[in-house]
């Protein structure tokens, strides 16, 4: 929903071009202060294109000469271009030189309204006004390298049915560097730029579609929003309804179903296995989606227009059940998408300056320790530790800064429990595979915290303890649910898992943030018995707590060096009072020693046998 500005006179010629641009303010959380320059080129010869229409260009120019905009877009037959960034600085910049210099002079500002480029370099080269006007409106710096306005004007194009908008053209002067498929028919390749950052180019399928599939597209659309039924098969009744015996209908109902029923373009990014991270900054009509490609953050090709921002913000709303708005102007979710389940950081005005998106995708289902052994975030050896210290009651925190994968490595912890442990699960936002492991057969048992009707996380943790006895575990350690998950360590749950993940990005910094920001008795803190620290996906120490007279020291068990994750020898030396604590009645610390060579073998040869999927990990490990 937008509220419309009335339509003024067109600037190209009545021939030439028949657009029909007005401006408009968007309604929705985040985006009402943004104004769009909508331009419906249904009716016009030049579909609109400013960068081969000379005539649709003039008409845009014009309109931009009364009144800026921060965003301006362009429709025609189910197709919509949007110029954004530099392309949109150049058109404002160009509607402002043209206000400006027809004073001065009629013939250059009827150039600036055809060829913004070239008026700008003619502009620049001369003395008087004309010149001092394009620099000061920021035309001549635009201009500065560009070989023509064709070059600048690079809309990002998408069908009206999609929230996002799309670059088809890579960045000027970049180079191929990678490309790749999708599960999802999208393409992706990897560019280096003359900027700081690489591009990460998608290429959906529907930018394969040409006009008649785009207009057969828009046509599903509508006739979806009618459909009595609805439900998960309306997309694909819809694209029959319309479509002609040599529509592609199978590439037309899954387009039509990601931006109708599903994420959109969002879709093909979360389903690339190479992406970690995908982030909208604020204001997210200025700024394109960034994302962290192996570890590393590039540039995308993908925008967000306000009304797309607006829809987003109300979809995830509508999915997560939780207040979003300037009065409650943050958001933290989990999505379902058909790639798996991912978790959305939303934030807007006044939190910040407007919308913003977070998007970190996750797959804790399938996580297991081979898999994590497979992906070399820790050795084989490691692993078996951890894994006979969470089946014999281990107190336990995993540490780590943002990202670095905590709550991937606490979901692949759970399934070393005994199979038949009760498991209560305490999460604000739901993450850890609790579906999954009672799909296993296993008993689970989420408990939801927050700040609405849900308990608070203190509560939930007594709860979790009246629940009856087994393993308790805690998303994310971060509040009032310290000092009551403590007191569980010490006392409520001796001989039972417990355990959680927690910000620090190593052992001293976790106990500082447990006792000093938490307000954990340092003697209480001393109830953890491990410590296992990751550093971007990779475990770089995992360590034992003890208590020492008043202290409380930590003893690594293995650090990472420069040939890896490595045991520091203590296990092996017989000093592990870990170790020692998880000997059972008639076992000797050499006993539980083998017990965890054994275990470690097991992990391996489930990595090497490729079953590391938790259906065929937990049969290969027993």
């Known amino acids: 929903m937008s509220l419309e500005f009335p339509s003024f006179a067109r600037f190209g010629t009545d021939d030439g071009c028949r657009c029909d641009p007005s401006f408009r303010r968007p309604m929705g959380t985040g985006v009402d202060d943004r104004v769009v320059l909508a331009v419906d080129a249904n009716e016009c010869p030049g579909c609109g294109d400013l960068a081969a229409s000379p005539d649709c260009l003039s008409t845009v120019v014009g309109a931009l000469s009364d009144r800026d905009a921060d965003v301006i877009r362009t429709e025609h037959a189910g197709r919509e271009r949007a110029y954004a960034g530099r392309a949109a600085a150049c058109l404002l910049a160009a509607g402002r030189f043209r206000d400006r210099v027809r004073f001065h002079e009629s013939r250059l500002a009827e150039r600036v309204t055809r060829d913004p480029i070239g008026a700008a370099h003619e502009a620049v080269g001369r003395a008087g006004p004309a010149s001092r006007i394009v620099a000061e409106t920021g035309l001549a710096e635009i201009a500065a390298g560009a070989n023509g306005t064709d070059d600048v004007l690079r809309p990002h194009v998408g069908p009206t049915v999609s929230a996002t908008r799309i670059a088809s053209e890579p960045p000027p002067g970049a180079a191929l560097v990678d490309r790749w498929e999708l599960e999802t028919g999208a393409t992706v390749r990897r560019y280096e730029g003359t900027g700081p950052l690489d591009t990460y180019h998608l290429t959906p399928p529907s930018a394969e579609f040409d006009a008649a599939t785009v207009g057969t597209l828009d046509a599903a659309k509508e006739r979806l929003l009618v459909d009595p039924a609805g439900g998960d098969r309306a997309p694909g009744r819809a ?11 199978p590439a037309l109902t899954d387009t039509l179903r990601r931006h109708t029923h599903g994420y959109g ?24 989606l960034r994302v962290v490609l192996n570890g590393e953050r590039c540039r995308t090709n993908v925008r967000l227009p306000p009304e797309g921002a607006a829809t987003l913000a109300s979809r995830l709303r509508r999915t997560s059940g939780r207040a979003f708005s300037r009065a409650t102007p943050t958001l933290d979710a989990t999505i379902d998408t058909e790639s798996g389940t991912v978790r959305v950081a939303a934030t807007t005005t006044p939190a910040s300056d407007g919308l913003s998106f977070t998007f970190r995708r996750g797959d804790p289902d399938a996580w297991t320790l081979a898999r994590l052994v497979d992906a070399d975030t820790l050795p084989a050896a490691a692993a078996g530790l951890l894994s006979i210290a969470v089946e ?231």
């Open 239 to 249: 694209v029959r309804a319309v479509a002609d015996a040599d529509d592609p209908v």
């Open 265 to 288: 373009a969002f879709e093909h990014v979360f389903a690339d296995e190479r992406v970690s991270d995908a982030t909208l900054s604020a204001p997210v009509a200025e700024n394109p």
């Open 392 to 622: 014999r009651g281990v107190t336990g925190l995993v540490a780590g800064g943002r990202g670095a994968g905590k709550t991937t490595a606490l979901g692949a912890l759970l399934w070393e429990l005994p199979a038949d442990t009760r498991s209560i699960l305490i999460e604000d936002t739901p993450e850890l595979p609790a579906t999954a492991l009672a799909s296993a057969g296993r008993d689970v048992q989420r408990l939801r915290v927050g700040d609405g009707g849900e308990p608070s996380p203190s509560e939930a943790v007594r709860t979790a303890l009246r629940l009856g006895g087994g393993a308790l575990v805690v998303g994310e350690v971060r509040g009032e649910e310290a000092r009551a998950l403590y007191e569980a360590m010490r006392v409520g749950a001796a001989g039972e898992t417990v355990l959680g993940t927690i910000h620090g990005r190593d052992p001293n910094a976790v106990r500082e943030r447990v006792v000093t920001d938490l307000g954990v008795a340092r003697s209480s803190f001393a109830a953890t018995n491990l410590l296992v620290v990751l550093n971007d996906h990779r475990v770089g120490s995992i360590v034992e707590v003890t208590e020492r007279g008043d202290e409380v020291v930590f003893d690594a068990l293995f650090e990472r060096t420069t040939d890896g994750l490595d045991a520091t020898g203590r296990i092996g030396r017989g000093e592990s009072r870990l170790v020692d604590g998880l000997a059972g009645n008639g076992e000797s610390y050499a006993d539980v020693r083998t017990r965890i060579g054994e275990r470690s073998d097991r992990i391996r040869e489930a990595v090497e046998v490729d079953r590391t999927t938790p259906d065929g990990y937990v049969e290969v490990r027993r």
